[in-house]
């Protein structure tokens, strides 16, 4: 595998469902993140992490939760999501954080809330 | 407040016509500038990025853009569209000193018509 890979690529659940997605980084990066695409919305910043802290937290509902057990992995847990909550969710990775360096995606989770 | 704006959400181009796809930030100090293209189903791949130096970048796949300071400005475009350029478009920026934190437009999808 090379770049970034998420799993699974496509994600129904219910409401009352809990679930989880996954990232991994293929490049020696530092930093990871989370991002919501929505439909007629911008790509919105969910969460950073650096060196496997938390640095950016961005007003997100605490149904989702993120961990990051190591610099090259990162998930994201759902529970009790709302319908608003269908979404493509990226992750990215780059170099590190503090500081320009690029960021480099995976494909995406495809996630419908019924 | 800080931000980057598309003008038009959807482009129609012929194949072979001039692809011009507009973005403008707001900001009292340049940020770092990206464009990023999206094909269906996939993440987000970075077309080309201005960080200092020469105003014109180019990036790949024939894509140009030109930072225009006065202008608050990073336009895209590329002479000659292919019908391989179909796919949804996003500019974004990097405030410097607010983290390594990509701020997007709400993109813009290209159409090319044979």
């Known amino acids: 595998e090379t770049g970034v890979t998420q799993t699974p690529r496509h994600l129904v659940m219910g409401m009352t469902n809990k679930k989880s997605l996954k990232c991994e980084q293929h490049?020696?990066?530092?930093?990871m993140y989370w991002y919501k695409q929505s439909a007629k919305k911008p790509l919105e910043l969910m969460f950073v992490?650096?060196?496997?802290?938390?640095?950016e937290n961005n007003s997100v509902p605490s149904r989702f939760s993120p961990e990051c057990p190591n610099s090259s992995h990162l998930f994201l847990h759902l529970h009790t999501l709302q319908p608003e909550d269908s979404a493509l969710y990226l992750c990215?990775?780059?170099?590190?954080?503090?500081?320009?360096?690029?960021?480099?995606f995976g494909p995406g989770t495809r996630l419908t809330v019924t | 407040a800080q931000s980057v704006t598309q003008l038009g959400s959807h482009v129609s181009v012929s194949e072979g016509a001039l692809v011009l796809l507009r973005c403008n930030y707001s900001?009292?100090?340049?940020?770092?500038l990206f464009w990023y293209v999206q094909y269906p189903n996939q993440g987000l791949q970075l077309l080309l990025k201005?960080?200092?130096?020469?105003?014109l970048v180019k990036g790949i796949n024939g894509f140009e853009a030109e930072f225009k300071k006065s202008e608050t400005s990073f336009h895209l475009t590329k002479p000659s569209a292919h019908m391989s350029d179909a796919a949804e478009y996003f500019c974004?920026?990097?405030?410097?000193?607010?983290?390594?934190?990509?701020?997007f437009g709400g993109g813009t999808r290209v159409l090319v018509k044979p």
């Open positions: 990215a990775s780059s170099q590190g954080w503090d500081g320009f360096y690029e960021q480099y």
């Open positions: 490049l020696g990066h530092n930093a």
């Open positions: 992490y650096s060196l496997e802290e938390r640095v």
């Open positions: 900001s009292s100090v340049p940020p770092y």
């Open positions: 201005y960080t200092t130096g020469a105003t």
């Open positions: 974004a920026v990097i405030f410097k000193a607010a983290g390594n934190k990509l701020t």
